[in-house]
Nanobody
Framework: VQLQASGGGLVQTGGSLRLSCAASGRTFSSYAWFRRAPGKEREFVAAVGGSSSSTYYADSVKGRFTISRDNTKNTVYLQMNSLKPEDTAVYYC??????????????WGQGTQVTVSS
């Protein structure tokens, strides 16, 4: 099983990025994104269940980030708009067959760096 995250980069405040996470080896019913900012613990960002209508967001990203999935590609996306410097972090995707806002996911990607300049 492999989760390959991509799409990170450097963007100015107010800009947008779209992260992708492609799963191979298994089909998962739920995906999530977490992030770890410098000097902080990893935190939940967003999650999506099998129906795609089941989505969950951290309060800090509601209205700015959108999680979605393409089941034909076993890929989950995180569209990030109106980015702020405090969004700077390494973003990790996670996958499992249950959905949670906690870190108890069984499968993790390698992380992709997002840097938002002020």
């Amino acid at each position: 099983v492999q989760l390959q995250a991509s799409g990170g980069g450097l963007v100015q405040t107010g800009g947008s990025l779209r992260l992708s996470c492609a799963a191979s080896g298994r089909t998962f019913s739920s995906y999530a994104w977490f992030r770890r900012a410098p000097g902080k613990e990893r935190e939940f960002v967003a999650a999506v269940g099998g129906s795609s209508s089941s989505t969950y967001y951290a309060d800090s990203v509601k209205g700015r980030f959108t999680i979605s999935r393409d089941n034909t590609k076993n890929t989950v996306y995180l569209q990030m708009n109106s980015l702020k410097p405090e969004d700077t972090a390494v973003y990790y995707c996670a996958a499992d067959w249950v959905i949670s806002t906690e870190e108890n996911w069984n499968y993790w990607g390698q992380g992709t760096q997002v840097t938002v300049s002020s």
